[in-house]
């Protein structure tokens, strides 16, 4: 660890020395990745939109008019929409 402390010490006095590698091909490559599980996302909440609007059951088929509704139905068993919606809001902020 020692050389480390003195490394840091060294790229801290002189700060034109401090080089750090910046990982761009795997950064690219993890971008795409989180590119290709928001857009899968984003098509398994399409999906799971259009069965709800076509439902019979009059609740799940006005969903789509009210976040309020949509976030106050997330309990009943047969409403995936929200979660689905938060899940892709978790990806969307690690993006």
Do not use: C
């Not at 795997?26 to 399409?46: D, P």
């Not at 309020?68 to 997330?74: G, M, V």
Request: hydrophobic share 40%.
């Amino acid at each position: 660890m020692s050389n480390y402390n003195k490394l840091a010490a060294l790229m801290g006095e002189h700060q034109e020395m401090a080089t750090f590698r910046r990982f761009q091909r795997i950064n690219a490559k993890s971008l795409l990745y989180m590119q290709a599980e928001i857009l899968h996302l984003e098509q398994e909440l399409s999906m799971i939109e259009l069965e709800d609007k076509s439902s019979a059951d009059k609740n799940r088929a006005s969903l789509h008019e009210s976040v309020f509704n949509l976030k106050e139905s997330s309990d009943h068993p047969h409403n995936i929409q929200w979660s689905k919606v938060l899940e892709l809001r978790e990806r969307l902020e690690a993006y």
